[in-house]
């Protein structure tokens, strides 16, 4: 039986986060996993908070993650990451976070603003930051490929597989 994963994606509107948390999604469907989705977007226009929740597992109940049950947070934003943080499991759970410092977590310091540049397209943060994740998540990447290609826009198809390479070579 598959272990269900919890993960949940933060930042601020205008970040890519829900097109983070869909291309994750449909990774973990075309991997024949059952899926729930989340999210959260009311002043993002705005500059203001967005999070998504995404669960995946052999059958998934609920697209809400508890407290203190979240496996990886993927963070755009370093205080989206603390305000988030209760939701990460005390063992085993995983911070991502673009450019921050260490808060007591395991964390996994991304510069992807740079990253996302020699890619090709700064716009691609948030593939950046997928790639590393697709480190703890197992899924092919072939799986991750596939669904990046058929979610961003065709012209912004090879930077944002650039970036996600990069991002893969982004160990710990």
């Not at 500059?47 to 995946?56: H, I, L, P, Y």
């Not at 603390?82 to 921050?100: C, D, F, Q, S």
């Not at 950046?128 to 072939?142: R, T």
Request: glycine share 10%.
């Amino acid at each position: 039986m598959a272990k269900t994963k919890n993960i949940i994606i933060s930042g601020v509107g205008g970040q890519g986060i829900l097109t983070a948390s869909e291309i994750l999604a449909l990774c973990a469907m075309e991997e024949n996993l059952d899926v729930k989705k989340s999210e959260v977007h009311g002043m993002s226009q705005r500059g203001g908070s967005v999070v998504s929740f995404v669960k995946f597992g052999e059958k998934v109940y609920s697209p809400l993650i508890e407290k203190g049950s979240g496996d990886v947070i993927l963070a755009f934003e370093k205080a989206e990451a603390l305000r988030w943080r209760g939701y990460l499991k005390k063992e085993g759970g995983v911070v991502i976070m673009n450019t921050l410092e260490k808060y007591g977590v395991k964390t996994i310091v991304v510069d992807a603003v740079k990253l996302s540049k020699e890619a090709g397209d700064p716009r691609t943060q948030n593939t950046v930051l997928l790639g590393v994740l697709s480190n703890f998540i197992d899924f092919s990447v072939d799986t991750w490929e596939k669904v990046i290609k058929y979610r961003v826009p065709p012209k912004t198809v090879e930077a944002n597989l650039r970036a996600f390479e990069l991002g893969r070579s982004i160990k710990e």
